[in-house]
């Protein structure tokens, strides 16, 4: 099993840029493939992005393709979310995720384990 805790969240204008951080504990963090998701007030959680168990290879929603890169450092058991040119329809609470496995998946129901949730908030 693998334990998530997620950091790095706040209030940013639009157009800023925020790193989210998902700390991970336990012994095999390196067999988990990675996702972040995130859930608006009022909407049902949706998939942001994902990385393979190795960290060779990424996959992110439409929304946040070309804006948002995923990556991860298995030897200090992290995952991080660099967010840039933040938008108002970006703010929700960001949750880390890992499935045991070297795919990924953007459904949240493939991802067994999950943090607390860090907050963005992005301004007009």
């Known amino acids: 099993q693998v334990q998530l805790v997620e950091s790095g969240g706040g209030l940013v204008q639009a157009g800023g840029s925020l790193r989210l951080s998902c700390a991970a504990s336990?012994?095999?963090?390196?067999?988990?493939?990675m996702g972040w998701f995130r859930q608006a007030p009022g909407k049902e959680r949706e998939f942001v992005a994902a990385i393979s168990s190795g960290g060779g290879n990424t996959y992110y929603a439409d929304s946040a393709k070309g804006r948002f890169t995923i990556s991860r450092d298995n030897a200090k058991k992290m995952m991080y979310l660099q967010m840039n040119s933040l938008k108002p329809e970006d703010t929700a609470v960001y949750y880390c995720?890992?499935?045991?496995?070297?795919?990924?998946?953007?459904?949240?129901?493939?991802?067994?384990?999950w943090g607390q949730g860090t907050q963005v908030t992005v301004s007009s």
């Open positions: 336990g012994r095999t963090f390196s067999s988990y493939a």
């Open positions: 995720a890992a499935r045991r496995g070297d795919v990924y998946s953007d459904s949240d129901v493939d991802y067994a384990y």
